[in-house]
Antibody
Framework: EVQLVQSGAEVKKPGESLKISCKGSGYSFTSYWIGWVRQMPGKGLEWMGIIYPGDSDTRYSPSFQGQVTISADKSISTAYLQWSSLKASDTAMYYC????????????WGQGTLVTVSS | QSALTQPASVSGSPGQSITISCTGTSSDVGGYNYVSWYQQHPGKAPKLMIYEVSNRPSGVSNRFSGSKSGNTASLTISGLQAEDEADYYCSSYTSSSTLLNWVFGGGTKLTVL
């Protein structure tokens, strides 16, 4: 069974750094891309970027380029999303999601990680 | 890129059919047959309901169907049930210099009366 299990909720202050994780299981982690999707409170879904753990090829949405860093550690089947300096506007639910083999839609999703940034 | 345009809300009574539209451009919805639809219940992760415009993943009820005409895709839910009440998002793969790119709609809240 394919599963994406994300790290727990985080409460941080503006300016702090953060790295959240998404562990894949039940499939070949290095053979599928993993993407990240933001959902701000009461708002819709926004695609942030995607990584291919097999060779760490990473693509970012223009809206998020330079704002976050996506990485992966294939030895532990885990993808990461990180910030170097959080802002209050980063407060959101963040989902990891695995595209299908054709890489056109996201057929498996993590449970989400709530990030709250507040002074 | 701009988000795809969906109605903010739709409603219907049990047993009825409803349709949710998703309007994009020739660079996304109109240019590719890679429109997908997601259902999201409150506090839950999105769930894939339709992919490649009109295909249903295994386990998704055949009450859900998708179509596309020009730059507008549609999700139809027939025989509405209380459990269908949720937010629905469309998405389209798009072409860009990054080669892999997705855009989502703003979401539609479905209320089952």
């Amino acid at each position: 069974e394919v599963q994406l299990v994300q790290s727990g909720a985080e409460v941080k202050k503006p300016g702090e750094s953060l790295k959240i994780s998404c562990k894949g299981s039940g499939y070949s982690f290095t053979s599928y891309w993993i993407g990240w999707v933001r959902q701000m409170p009461g708002k819709g879904l926004e695609w942030m970027g995607i990584i291919y753990p097999g060779d760490s090829d990473t693509r970012y949405s223009p809206s998020f380029q330079g704002q976050v860093t996506i990485s992966a550690d294939k030895s532990i089947s885990t993808a990461y999303l990180q910030w170097s300096s959080l802002k209050a506007s980063d407060t959101a639910m963040y989902y990891c999601a695995r595209p299908s083999a054709m890489v056109r839609e996201f057929d498996y999703w993590g449970q989400g990680t709530l990030v709250t940034v507040s002074s | 890129q701009s988000a795809l345009t969906q109605p903010a809300s739709v409603s219907g009574s049990p047993g009825q059919s409803i349709t949710i539209s998703c309007t994009g451009t020739s660079s996304d919805v109109g240019g590719y047959n890679y429109v997908s639809w997601y259902q999201q219940h409150p506090g839950k992760a999105p769930k894939l309901m339709i992919y490649e415009v009109s295909n249903r993943p295994s386990g998704v009820s055949n009450r859900f169907s998708g179509s596309k005409s020009g730059n507008t895709a549609s999700l139809t839910i027939s025989g509405l049930q209380a459990e269908d009440e949720a937010d629905y998002y469309c998405s389209s793969y798009t072409s860009s210099s990054t080669l892999l790119n997705w855009v989502f709609g703003g979401g539609t809240k479905l209320t089952v009366l």
